[in-house]
């Protein structure tokens, strides 16, 4: 989808949940077609498995996994031209944490050894030298981060991260957020997450777009706008209970009470 068509199907496709639906992340694809058909948008949602061709998709979402798995996605992505042929055409992608890695040049395996990644994002992914990154992780979005058609930031990202291996962001890659609490790409820079053009990588979980509903309506502003524009604006939806539930896992953080974390969003927009 090149322009924004609201009669048009949007089709939204996860890409292996069969490998790479360790930790819900598979939710994303179902936050991104329901907050479209919450608008009145046609929707279809793939489950895109391993070992077939990959549909056709307007916005991808890519899952965590384990090492195996990953490198199994990884290659069969890269044998598949459906994927290059999609970036090509504007498609959107939003990758997380092996999903993420996969994105960019390369990636360990469990060994530690690299493997070729899709080379769709100016990331480098290696393995750390410290303890495993496990635990909530909450970033705040930058001025390199992507901005929203209001032309706002973001508000604070929630989500929880588990993963080894540290990422390192290439001069075409921007972070999407600086780390306040836990890892994030843990290259030392405490930045979290990569972007680049529509391609958008996070150690998020969560699933990310459940927690965050403006990262969400982004991914489809994105999809529904010409490769190149800004995003479209959606119409607000009520979002009581997703707020709700960002309020909860932001108190889950413990710094600061809820009311205050939402006063301090307010304040930065
Ligand atoms: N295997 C990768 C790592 O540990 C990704 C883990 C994940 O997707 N949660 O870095």
């Known amino acids: 989808m090149s322009s924004v068509d609201r009669n048009a199907m949007l089709t939204i496709a996860v890409i292996f949940p069969d490998l790479l639906g360790t930790y819900g992340d598979g939710g994303n694809g179902l936050v991104l077609a329901r907050r ?4 009145g948008m046609d929707t279809e949602l793939i489950q895109a498995d391993s070992g077939r061709p990959l549909p056709t998709a307007d916005l991808y979402c890519i899952g965590g996994g384990e090492d195996g798995p990953q490198v199994r996605a990884a ?3 890269r044998a598949d031209r459906s994927f290059g ?4 055409q504007g498609s959107v992608v939003l990758g997380v ?3 993420y890695q996969l994105l960019g040049h390369s990636f360990p395996d469990r060994d530690g050894r690299p493997h070729d990644g899709l080379g769709v994002l100016d990331v480098t992914t290696a393995k750390g030298g410290g303890p495993r990154a496990v635990g909530e992780l909450l970033a705040s979005v930058t001025a390199d981060a ?6 706002r930031l973001l508000p604070l990202l929630t989500g929880f991260e588990n993963h080894s291996a540290r990422t390192t962001l290439g001069q075409d890659a921007k972070a999407v ?3 306040v609490r836990g890892v994030g790409n843990g290259a030392g ?3 979290e997450g990569a972007w680049s053009d529509r391609v ?3 150690y998020l979980h969560g699933p990310v777009l459940a927690r965050n509903p403006a990262l969400a309506d982004l991914l489809l502003g994105w999809a529904l706008a010409t490769p190149g524009s800004a995003p479209v604006a959606l119409e607000p939806l009520d979002d009581r209970d997703q707020e709700e539930l960002r309020g909860e896992r932001l108190a889950s953080v413990g710094r600061t009470r809820p009311a205050l974390l939402i006063r301090r969003r307010g304040g930065r927009r």
């Open 75 to 77: 290659e069969a992505l």
């Open 97 to 99: 944490c092996a999903g």
């Open 85 to 88: 042929r999609a970036m090509e």
């Open 177 to 179: 957020a600086r780390v």
């Open 146 to 151: 992507p901005r929203l058609p209001s032309g």
């Open 36 to 39: 479209a058909s919450w608008r």
């Open 200 to 202: 958008l990588g996070t």
């Open 189 to 191: 820079d405490r930045t």
